[in-house]
């Protein structure tokens, strides 16, 4: 699987691109490097793009356990997540991920949405960082 972050200048301070066969294991390894990344702040927003996914190899316990693992987002402090995922089994799955963190807080405001550019319109139409 392809999984790459960047910090940019731009309406998204975290661009997250993932691609190919998605593996837990790996997403679980990126997450933590990203989550220890000192450019990491809080009050940033960012977006997942998840349109190259292919989510096939995933199982229910798979979401799960991703989901399980979601807690540690709360010490970032985001401001925003969205998970842009075009394809519909990567759209179903991260509903299901959304559902699974519905009372973890992974930022201040969550959402899962079926194209980059929804992405872009639903983090336009939020109230700005605090601070």
Known sequence: MDYTYEFVDGAFDLIVTMAGVASVAEMLQQREAL???PRLQPG??????????????LSHDDV??????????????LHAIVLASPQPLAFGLSRMYQGYT????LADHFAVVDSVEEAYAWLTGLPPADG
């Open 64 to 77: 799960f356990d991703l989901a399980a693992d979601a807690g540690r987002f709360e010490a970032a402090r």
């Open 102 to 105: 519905r009372r973890v807080r």
């Open 35 to 37: 989550l220890a990344d």
């Open 44 to 57: 940033m927003s960012a977006l997942y793009d998840l349109t190259g996914v292919d989510g096939s190899q």
